[in-house]
T-cell receptor, first 118, second 111 residues
Framework: GAVVSQHPSRVICKSGTSVKIECRSL??????MFWYRQFPKQSLMLMAT?????????EQGVEKDKFLINHASLTLSTLTVTSAHPEDSSFYIC??????????????FGPGTRLTVL | LAKTTQPISMDSYEGQEVNITCSHN???????ITWYQQFPSQGPRFIIQ?????VTNEVASLFIPADRKSSTLSLPRVSLSDTAVYYC????????????WGLGTSLAVNP
């Protein structure tokens, strides 16, 4: 149980285009989803937290107009990188937390999406 | 949010027991301690979580002293496939509980 999927696993796009990444909780309802970015040999950096049906909360320094997050249902959140540039190339990871769980920190992570902007 | 400190890297050999210690001096009363494992180009994988004393599951043990200012992840008889980065995180309750990730410990298991 507690499986999170991401699609696509890898994407290559041209500079200036927009890319949408999907994050799905397959066997549970995710009241909260988190989006992270990870550069090579660095740690995960939290970008934003989203609750189903409400606006996402972005971390300081993350442009909300560039990284659009939608959490329209309890099983799906999307991250859209708008007008992508080479510096946006990174590994994007989502995680989901099931509402009501007693394990306070237990987030279930997706496999990640490798974005390369040419 | 409590900050954690771990060794940057560790080396071990197949079959050995590996202990990775994490310091979290500012841990709050309602914070739990959680360890994740991450392989290259994959999302982190939950290993174990605890609040105090000792927790054991099928893959690891977690030792937490009474003052809870540190914790030790113990991996029994590691294999080559345990080569990964291990992250220690602390946090408490809350619907929007954020996880702040440190650099983790890069464990290399050698033949």
């Amino acid at each position: 149980g507690a499986v999170v999927s991401q699609h696509p696993s890898r994407v290559i796009c041209k500079s200036g285009t927009s890319v949408k990444i999907e994050c799905r909780s397959l066997d549970f309802q995710a009241t909260t989803m988190f989006w992270y970015r990870q550069f090579p040999k660095q740690s995960l950096m939290l970008m934003a937290t989203s609750n189903e049906g409400s606006k996402a909360t972005y971390e300081q320094g993350v442009e909300k107009d560039k990284f659009l997050i939608n959490h329209a249902s309890l099983t799906l959140s999307t991250l859209t990188v708008t007008s992508a540039h080479p510096e946006d190339s990174s590994f994007y990871i989502c995680s989901a937390r099931e509402g009501g769980r007693s394990s306070y920190n237990e987030q279930f992570f997706g496999p990640g999406t490798r974005l390369t902007v040419l | 949010l409590a900050k954690t400190t771990q060794p940057i890297s560790m080396d071990s050999y197949e079959g050995q027991e590996v202990n990775i210690t994490c310091s979290h001096n500012n841990i709050a009363t309602n914070d739990y301690i959680t360890w994740y494992q991450q392989f290259p180009s994959q999302g982190p994988r939950f290993i174990i979580q605890g609040y105090k004393t000792k927790v054991t599951n099928e893959v690891a043990s977690l030792f937490i002293p009474a003052d809870r200012k540190s914790s030790t992840l113990s991996l029994p008889r590691v294999s080559l496939s345990d080569t990964a980065v291990y992250y220690c995180l602390v946090g408490g309750n809350g619907n929007n509980r954020k996880l702040i990730w440190g650099l983790g410990t890069s464990l290399a298991v050698n033949p």
